[in-house]
């Protein structure tokens, strides 16, 4: 599969918009690491104060391990932030917190993406997990059936990115709201950074769609030519 001159022509560009865009959230998340806000805040305390002044009740804040692992977890209501993040006092750490907070007051509001979202994610795991097996078994063995089977597999995870979409746009439009009514962004540059971070973070997950999408168009195309 990877190739064929189709699979090539209809991937790279996607996976080349993906590595333009993970470049360019590596560099603004670094670029407002070293400006400080005027409020002085730290990622965790941005994310903590965010969580009072919404009373959401029985959210905890946590430290969590790696680079931009930052995640809320509606299982167990906590928001957990990477070092950078939950030590930072930067205008990147204070916007990351509190576009993951921005999914905990989702939670607390039942926004349906984000309902959806998770209730998708086991299906999506079975489709990401075992769509290869029979797509390439459909490819060696010339059956479109299979094929098919690969291609319903692989759509659970496009469905899934579908649903990502707005629940994150939404999250860091929440995210920007809170952070100018609690007082903990104030300036207007303060204000443009945090838009510039979550805006290139934001864009990592449209790469992210763009990729599953080119990649589903290439399995239907290529189960369609065998049907
Ligand atoms: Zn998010």
């Given amino acids: 599969m990877i190739f064929d001159p189709l699979y090539l022509l209809l ?13 360019r959230v590596k560099g603004a998340f670094s670029r407002f690491s070293r400006v400080g806000l005027r409020s002085g805040m730290s990622g965790a305390e941005a994310a903590r104060s965010i969580v009072r002044a919404s009373g959401l009740d029985g959210v905890s804040v946590e430290r969590h391990g790696g680079f931009l692992s930052d995640h809320y977890d509606p299982r167990t209501k906590t928001l957990r932030l990477s070092p950078d993040v939950y030590d930072g006092r930067s205008v990147s750490a204070v916007a990351v917190a509190a576009h993951e907070a921005g999914h905990s007051l989702q939670d607390a509001t039942d926004y349906g993406p984000l309902t959806l979202r998770s209730q998708l994610v086991p299906l999506t795991q079975i489709g990401a997990r075992f769509w290869i097996l029979p797509f390439i078994l459909g490819y060696a063995l010339h059956m479109a059936s299979l094929l098919w ?53 934001a864009l990592t997950y449209v790469a992210a769609l763009v990729t599953a999408l080119m990649q589903l168009l290439y399995m239907v195309m290529r189960a369609s030519s065998r049907d």
């Fill in 11 to 23: 991937t790279l560009p996607a996976l080349a918009f993906s590595i333009w865009a993970q470049v």
């Fill in 149 to 201: 089977v690969g291609v319903i597999l692989f759509a659970a995870v496009v469905v899934f990115q579908l649903v990502t979409l707005p629940t994150e746009y939404d999250a860091s439009n929440r995210a920007k709201a809170v952070l100018a009514s609690t007082g903990i962004v104030t300036t207007s540059e303060e204000a443009q950074g945090v838009e510039k971070v979550l805006s290139a973070a």
